[in-house]
Nanobody, 115 residues
Framework: QVQLVESGGGLVQPGGSLRLSCAAS????????MSWYRQAPGKQRELVAV???????NYADSVKGRFTISRDNAKNTVYLQMNSLKPEDTGVYYC?????????WGQGTQVTVSS
């Protein structure tokens, strides 16, 4: 079974930082694009960042300059470094693996930015 295991979420004050991790199955990591989505309370799930197998990246306008997505092929892990966090960054963050019509989701990890 393909498995995506997320970690790193938690409570942080505005202006703080967190790094999310998503450990993926070796069978899919090398050939799937990896991404992070988030869903804020009362809102639809939105794409935050994408990284391809070639390490090309793309970001939502709201997080450009603050978030960085990266992947470590040796560890089969994708990361999301989040700096200068704002209350509007609060939500459940989901790891996603995608290739064509095949896709997989992690269980989600809660990120709360609050004083």
């Amino acid at each position: 079974q393909v498995q995506l295991v997320e970690s790193g979420g938690g409570l942080v004050q505005p202006g703080g930082s967190l790094r999310l991790s998503c450990a993926a199955s070796r069978s899919i990591f090398s050939i799937y694009a990896m991404s992070w989505y988030r869903q804020a309370p009362g809102k639809q799930r939105e794409l935050v960042a994408v990284i391809t197998t070639g390490r090309s990246t793309n970001y939502a306008d709201s997080v450009k300059g603050r978030f960085t997505i990266s992947r470590d092929n040796a560890k089969n892990t994708v990361y999301l470094q989040m700096n200068s966090l704002k209350p509007e960054d609060t939500g459940v963050y989901y790891c996603n693996a995608h290739r064509g019509y095949d896709y997989y989701w992690g269980q989600g990890t809660q990120v709360t930015v609050s004083s």
